[in-house]
């Protein structure tokens, strides 16, 4: 096994840094033989030989936390990335991941092939497990790979899990040499392999979300799905014959795994119209009005819909949520007419996000809560609000990621792909598309405008400059007062807890010291953040316009948000002058 020894991966615990396994830095992901220092909370660029000492840690934490883990065991999923040059890919990640766990008798729910994200923590749920694995980088470059840990409730662990899981990994600095047998996931009795029960019962779980299985049968709508190199197709099929629908047109280019994802610039279909290039074509070709896309490990699904032969509409994911969370609405009412039900009715979004579902409980009556960036605070609320009786019936973030219904904890591609066609045909039957069905939301609730981007920057300490500069904007402790000609009313800083809107100056969120992020509420109504990113090298920029119902001049709500933006990224971030990397696609 030493010919691994220099093979690189990201070890991804949720919101883990797991510093001095390399050298007293901390290391941020990069090429598979070139590290870059950095101090990203979500990921790591460790040796491949610290994987199995992660594991070890992990399992030492849960043996603590949980009396009965020698019968509730833990279950191990994995996508298709590979490194052809070392001969390491996800499967064999994940087999070493179960010979950690088989070593020291602990049952482990191996699946026999690749499975999209959301099946593990559905899994763990299901089988009552005590904890999972996800081995998987999801849409970040071919050279990495990673994984996603998940606690008894399905959700990403979040603290004091993640801290505790860190502090037993620092112990753990020597892997036990019976765990790189990755043939015990062949021979021990206490491996079995969920795939067939968990397959079967997700699907027959989508019922929880579907409304209107007859009127599916009979849809005319074409779709066109692509998985983008990932695990996604054959589910995505599944999912659409559960509902009722043909199964949807695959892009025969990306149907297939395919590691070097050869055919897009990048596996985020995030990115928009120039990655789903082939989607596109092969939607106009086939007459199909619907292009689907998700991602690598099909956690998160982008949606394209054609307005005339020659233009299509790519929806941003705050777009894609207005519509998803306008119809999980419209159907959560037709089953619970009292009004009093809506007391213990929740949606809920990460603070990044667009504000839009707080309009919709605004005017509706329900609850809306918002929580820090990334899917484990949704899935840590969502348990929360469990406990006291109440139901999330809808959740997402902005980058594409979204939740229906409460089979899964944590976002769901391929959930979501069915739910946008039921909602698509069901729109097609009232003479409506989904574009239009949106001005119509927007016209009830007011007009939702956001723009999300990004600037790259390779240096942690220039990202560290830049957020002290603005700490400390015109003296000590002062953040900026205007933006585009706008005055500054609010400022909300979570990396040092302060919130200029609370009458203790103290944010109601929690605060996240090992992340960078900044909210600026001008007072034209326009909610700018800025953040660093979890998993990427990224210093990311939101800005919204909340406009009220009533006020419908989109360009100038445009130009106005468009101006405020610019000026943000400038004054701000000073790209040039930091020498960061523009968004090129």
Same mark, same amino acid.
């Given at each position: ?30 090429? !598979? ?16 030989? /610290? ?86 980088? /999801? ?38 040499? %019976?765990?790189?047998? %990755? ?20 699907? @027959? ?6 409304? *209107? ?19 996604? *197709? ?98 959560? !009412? ?29 005017? %509706?009556?329900?609850?809306?809560? @918002?929580?820090?960036?990334?899917? !484990? ?65 927007? @016209? ?11 600037? +790259? ?97 989109? /360009? ?17 971030? %000073? ?9 090129? +696609?």
């Amino acid at each position: 096994m030493l010919l691994l020894g220099y093979h690189l991966s990201i070890v991804m615990l949720s919101s883990i840094v797991i510093p001095n396994l390399v050298s007293k830095s901390k290391f941020w992901y990069r090429n !598979k033989l070139t590290v870059s220092h950095g101090s990203y909370r979500h990921g790591l660029i460790v040796p491949f030989f /610290s994987h199995s000492s992660s594991l070890q840690g992990m399992y030492k934490y849960l043996a603590r936390s949980f009396p009965d883990f020698g019968s509730r065991g833990i279950v191990v999923g994995y996508d298709t990335r590979a490194q052809e040059a070392s001969g390491c890919n996800s499967e064999r990640l994940a087999r070493l991941t179960a010979a950690v766990m088989l070593c020291k008798d602990i049952p482990v729910f191996l699946f026999s092939t690749y499975v999209p994200t959301p099946f593990v923590p559905y899994a763990v749920k299901r089988l009552g497990a005590a904890a999972g694995v996800m081995v998987t980088a /999801s849409h970040n470059p071919k050279e990495d790979n990673g994984y996603k840990v998940y606690w008894h409730n399905g959700a990403q662990i979040s603290s004091p899990n993640d801290k505790e899981i860190l502090k037993c990994i620092e112990e753990s600095s020597e892997p036990w040499s %019976e765990s790189w047998n %990755e043939s015990l996931a062949d021979n021990s009795p206490l491996r079995s392999d969920p795939l067939r029960e968990i397959s079967k019962k997700y699907m @027959e779980d989508l019922s929880s979300v579907c409304f *209107h299985r007859e009127l599916n049968t009979k849809s005319p709508l074409k779709f066109v799905h692509s998985s983008f190199h990932g695990v996604g *197709h054959d589910y995505v099929q599944q999912a659409f014959r559960a509902f009722g629908f043909p199964p949807p047109i695959p892009v025969p280019e990306q149907k297939d795994p395919d590691p070097n994802f050869s055919t897009v610039s990048c596996p985020n279909p995030e990115e928009g119209e120039s990655v789903l290039e082939l989607s596109l074509r092969l939607a106009e070709r086939e007459n199909a009005t619907i292009v689907m896309a998700t991602d690598p490990d099909a956690d998160r699904l982008a949606v394209a819909e054609q307005s005339d032969r020659c233009r299509w509409k790519v929806f941003t994911g705050n777009e894609l949520a207005a519509l998803l969370g306008w119809w999980m609405l419209f159907n959560w !009412k037709e089953t619970h007419p009292d009004p009093a039900d809506r007391e213990r009715m929740y949606m809920l979004a990460t603070t990044v996000s667009s504000k839009i579902l707080k309009a919709f409980a605004r005017i %509706e009556g329900f609850h809306f809560e @918002e929580t820090l960036p990334g899917f !484990k605070w949704i899935g840590k609320k969502i348990h929360e609000l469990a406990k006291t009786g109440n139901e999330v019936i809808f959740a997402f973030e902005e980058s594409i990621g979204f939740l229906c219904g409460s089979m899964v904890p944590d976002k769901d591609g391929v959930s979501a792909a069915v739910v946008v066609a039921e909602m698509a045909s069901y729109l097609y039957n009232k003479n409506l598309t989904l574009h239009q069905q949106l001005e119509n939301i927007f @016209e009830t609730y007011g007009y939702h405008i956001s723009t999300t981007s990004y600037v +790259i920057c390779h240096d942690p300490p220039t990202v560290k400059r830049i957020f002290t500069r603005l700490r400390n904007f015109e003296g000590e402790n002062t953040y900026p007062r205007s933006s585009g000609g706008h005055s500054i009313v609010d400022v909300r800083d979570v990396t040092t807890g302060y919130d200029s809107s609370q009458p203790d100056k103290l944010c109601v969120l929690p605060m996240t010291k090992s992340s960078q992020m900044i909210t600026f509420t001008l007072q034209n109504g326009i909610v700018a953040t800025l953040r660093t990113s979890g998993t990427e090298p990224k210093i990311k920029f939101y800005t919204e316009f909340c406009a009220p119902p009533g006020k419908s001049d989109i /360009s100038s709500l445009e130009e106005e948000l468009k101006k405020v933006t610019d000026t943000l990224v400038e004054e701000f971030l %000073e790209p040039d002058k930091n020498n960061l990397i523009r968004r090129s +696609i």
